[in-house]
């Protein structure tokens, strides 16, 4: 039965710095008891990791780029949901960047500006000016797999972990796929 740990091999992701982005090694030591694994790149997307390391879909939390523009100003936000759900961005995450359009961060601008791989952003290590939204099923999961930074490996915390990131507010963003 998948779990949040999978079969992957843990141990303490600030005793690891060469698993993760230089952004997020710098970041990992403020989050306590977060914990790094390798994998094989080419299973880096969440569907693949999940078979092939035994992850339940329901552990593991994507990070999404978004820029939001109003009156020619662009913000960027990462976006916490479940694997098992789908964030309402142009709704409620639009509606609280009081933002008049989104849309997902084009991969150079996205990689360019967080210093880490397409496939492996993570909000740990993001610019502090960043908002980090994280999905109420996100903040209640217990342990969530998410992005190291890179696409050679993952790190294990907690949604609650996620919510003391600098910038991070809970809200109700995404709807279970069906």
């Given amino acids: 039965m998948p779990t949040s740990r999978g079969t992957l091999a843990w141990s303490p992701a600030a005793e690891h710095p060469h698993l993760l982005a230089p952004p997020v090694a710098a970041a990992v030591p403020h989050i306590a008891g977060a914990l790094v694994a390798p994998i094989d790149p080419t299973l880096a997307d969440t569907a693949a990791l999940c078979d092939a390391y035994d992850v339940s879909l329901a552990a593991s939390a994507n990070c999404v780029v978004v820029a939001a523009t109003r ?79 890179l696409r050679a490996s993952k790190v294990l915390c907690t949604g609650e972990d996620l919510l003391g990131l600098p910038s991070a507010l809970r809200l109700t963003l995404g709807k279970p796929v069906d």
């Fill in 71 to 149: 009156a020619g100003v662009t913000t960027y936000a990462a976006v916490m949901v479940l694997a098992t759900h789908r964030a309402d961005v142009n709704g409620v995450v639009r509606r609280h960047l009081g933002a008049r359009k989104i849309s997902f961060a084009p991969r150079e601008e996205a990689v360019g500006r967080t210093g880490m791989e397409f496939g492996g952003i993570t909000p740990i290590g993001l610019p502090e000016d960043w908002p980090v939204l994280v999905d109420d099923a996100v903040a209640e999961a217990g342990e969530v797999v998410i992005g190291s930074g």
